[in-house]
Every structure is written in structure tokens, then in C-alpha cells.
């Protein structure tokens, strides 16, 4: 299957900023026999309360994105007690060892990518059920368990 490869990393926007991006320099990236115009609107299939305190937004026109605002300090005790603060490159941490293990169980690679900055925590992907099942399965089981959640900040 063709995967999008060398996405560019972009500058951090204001939470009330994501899903306005259009015109976007991805579009020289895509496939050109693909009719985006027409495309379905993505397919969110997991409800809010099951990957509760992450949201879902559109990120570009061809992503989406869930974030966590860092300013709520979700588990902020757990990542204090382990000598961590919660910060976006901790959530990053500890999603780069799920997205390994989710990578080892399923196909794909290199299908995820990251925008953080100091109040928000965001991974996007091209590849929603990936990313919808990344987050129900893997991030949000371990979130739930403290010492599952300790032993990835380790």
C-alpha cells in the first residue's frame, strides 16, 4: 500500500486554529489520480467518551488529528510521581513506544506524525482507522493503568 512519506514538519497553531489550513503544500505530495474534491468525508468511528480527553479534529484537508491540551494536566500526578511533568515531548515519549508496539501488531510505518507545543499535545495521520485504533487501543488502555502508564515513562 502507498504511504505518504517526507511530511514536512509544521509551526504549531492556535488550538481554535486547527482544521483551517487549505491550499496546503501537501497537495504536490498527493496521489494525482485520486479525486480528493469528491472524497467522502472521513469516518470517525470511535465515540468521544472512548478516547476521552482527546478530541478529534480535521488537521488538514487530508488528516486527522487528535489532541490533548496539556494546560488540563490529564495524569500530571502520574508523570510527577515518575519524575516527568506532562509535557508535550513526555506525551510524545510515551506515544512513540505505543506507536512501535502498534507497529510490530499491524502494518504500516512511519503513518503517524506529531504537533506539540507547551499547552497542546497533537499526533495526526492520513490513515484515520489507524489512528482512531492507535488511540482506543493502545493510548487510552494505558493512560487508564497507572502502572502500565508508569512503565512506558521508564
Known amino acids: 500500500m502507498y504511504r505518504l512519506q517526507n511530511i514536512k514538519e509544521y509551526e504549531m497553531k492556535e488550538l481554535f486554529e486547527y482544521g483551517n489550513l487549505k491550499g496546503h503544500e501537501l497537495e504536490q505530495e498527493l496521489l494525482p489520480w485520486i479525486d480528493y474534491d469528491s472524497r467522502?468525508?472521513?469516518k470517525i468511528w470511535v465515540?468521544?467518551?472512548?478516547?476521552?480527553?482527546?478530541?478529534?479534529?480535521q488537521h488538514h484537508p487530508y488528516s486527522i488529528a487528535v489532541l490533548l491540551k496539556i494546560s488540563e494536566n490529564y495524569k500530571?500526578?502520574?508523570f510527577r510521581k515518575n519524575g516527568f511533568n506532562g509535557n508535550s515531548n513526555d506525551w510524545k515519549t510515551i506515544?512513540?513506544?505505543l506507536i512501535e508496539k502498534y507497529?510490530?501488531?499491524n502494518s504500516g510505518i512511519n503513518i503517524f506524525q506529531?504537533?506539540?507545543d507547551e499547552s497542546v499535545f497533537c499526533i495526526y495521520s492520513f490513515y484515520v482507522d489507524d489512528l482512531m485504533k492507535l488511540i482506543r487501543?493502545?493510548?487510552i488502555p494505558v493512560c487508564r493503568d497507572e502502572n502500565l502508564l508508569a512503565s512506558y515513562l521508564e
Open 137 to 139: 487501543d493502545y493510548l
Open 95 to 97: 506515544t512513540l513506544k
Open 40 to 42: 467522502l468525508p472521513f
Open 76 to 78: 500530571a500526578d502520574v
Open 47 to 57: 465515540s468521544e467518551e472512548e478516547i476521552a480527553p482527546f478530541f478529534i479534529i
Open 114 to 116: 506529531f504537533d506539540c
Open 103 to 105: 507497529e510490530e501488531n
